[in-house]
């Protein structure tokens, strides 16, 4: 049984006279260096001839994949939002305050934050997955708005939030820096006096992973490639392999970017950096 990427639901029974066939297949027993070397191969065959799905833009690669894996993402089991990370916005944000989610998906961040007495607005591109969002909301009777629209075009009134929340590895999914320095510039100016942010992106975990996104790096010929650039693989729901951008960051790359969006990072927790809008910041620097 597949599941999470292609798979909609939970197992599926069949009856004995439905099976058309069967087939005895020798057991394969591999050691665990044998699958750490296929893994390697993996990785570098994908870094030298892998890139994200054919567009013009990138992040229809991503909203692709969240469409399609949308049922999963919204009947998995666990907890809405991970008790870290809600015992740190509980300590950060007053109550009764609005909080926008960022790449809300299916909805399960806000749904939790709702229950928490928030007010809370999501925003996301992908629509299948705000669909089941607005359904899984009215069932639970919690008042969440949820808005369809890409991040790189949203608006919000200034100083109107408590936070904004970046679901995990949002960030990385807008495929131009200049895009990603020019939201999260904005996401600082919706934020009331004492807001924050809580950002989540994905980061380089291991010399390897720098080791193929330099390889990825020369391979698509830089000028046009940018380091870090880079995209995740998953199974599509007619058996094909899709894959979808993704931008991987070093701690340093990271925060020169909020750096020039005029924020303030401070520590890690709960998969998350927490930002504030830098003092000053719109003005010019010297």
């Given at each position: 049984m597949?599941?999470?990427?292609?798979?909609?639901?939970?197992?599926l029974?069949v009856?004995?006279d439905?099976?058309?066939?069967?087939?005895?297949?020798?057991?394969?027993?591999?050691?665990?260096?044998?699958r750490?070397?296929r893994?390697?191969r993996?990785?570098?065959r994908?870094?030298?001839?892998g890139?994200?799905d054919?567009s013009?833009d990138p992040?229809?690669?991503?909203?692709?994949k969240?469409?399609?894996?949308?049922?999963?993402?919204?009947n998995?089991?666990?907890p809405?939002?991970?008790a870290?990370l809600?015992?740190?916005?509980r300590?950060?944000?007053?109550?009764?305050a609005k909080?926008?989610?960022?790449?809300?998906?299916?909805?399960?961040?806000?749904?939790?934050?709702?229950?928490?007495?928030?007010?809370?607005?999501?925003?996301?591109?992908?629509?299948?997955?705000?669909?089941?969002?607005?359904?899984?909301a009215?069932?639970?009777?919690?008042?969440?708005?949820?808005?369809?629209?890409?991040?790189?075009r949203?608006?919000?009134p200034?100083?109107?939030l408590?936070?904004?929340?970046?679901?995990?590895?949002?960030?990385?999914?807008?495929?131009?820096?200049?895009d990603?320095?020019?939201?999260?510039?904005r996401?600082?100016?919706?934020?009331?006096?004492g807001?924050?942010v809580f950002?989540s992106?994905?980061?380089?975990r291991?010399?390897?992973?720098r080791?193929?996104?330099?390889?990825?790096?020369g391979?698509?010929r830089?000028?046009r490639a940018?380091w870090?650039?880079s995209?995740?693989?998953?199974l599509t729901?007619?058996g094909?392999?899709g894959?979808?951008f993704?931008h991987?960051?070093t701690d340093?790359?990271?925060?020169?970017?909020?750096?020039d969006?005029?924020g303030?990072?401070e520590n890690?927790?709960?998969?998350?950096?927490?930002?504030?809008?830098?003092?000053?910041a719109g003005?010019?620097r010297?």
């Amino acid at each position: 049984m597949l599941i999470a990427d292609a798979d909609p639901g939970g197992a599926l029974r069949v009856e004995t006279d439905d099976v058309l066939a069967r087939t005895n297949l020798p057991i394969r027993v591999t050691g665990r260096i044998s699958r750490a070397a296929r893994r390697l191969r993996i990785d570098l065959r994908e870094a030298l001839g892998g890139a994200p799905d054919e567009s013009q833009d990138p992040a229809d690669s991503v909203r692709r994949k969240y469409d399609a894996q949308a049922p999963f993402y919204s009947n998995r089991g666990g907890p809405d939002l991970e008790a870290p990370l809600l015992a740190r916005i509980r300590r950060l944000v007053p109550a009764g305050a609005k909080i926008l989610v960022a790449g809300s998906g299916s909805g399960r961040e806000c749904f939790a934050l709702a229950a928490e007495g928030w007010r809370v607005a999501g925003v996301d591109f992908a629509p299948t997955m705000l669909e089941l969002a607005r359904r899984e909301a009215a069932r639970r009777g919690l008042a969440v708005e949820f808005v369809t629209a890409d991040l790189r075009r949203h608006e919000e009134p200034a100083a109107s939030l408590a936070a904004v929340l970046f679901t995990y590895d949002v960030y990385s999914f807008l495929p131009s820096r200049i895009d990603r320095v020019e939201v999260l510039r904005r996401a600082l100016g919706w934020l009331q006096p004492g807001g924050v942010v809580f950002l989540s992106a994905r980061l380089v975990r291991s010399a390897w992973d720098r080791v193929c996104l330099t390889v990825q790096w020369g391979a698509r010929r830089p000028p046009r490639a940018t380091w870090g650039s880079s995209h995740t693989r998953w199974l599509t729901t007619d058996g094909t392999l899709g894959r979808s951008f993704i931008h991987v960051f070093t701690d340093r790359t990271l925060r020169r970017e909020l750096d020039d969006a005029g924020g303030t990072p401070e520590n890690w927790e709960g998969g998350h950096l927490l930002v504030r809008p830098r003092t000053g910041a719109g003005e010019p620097r010297t």
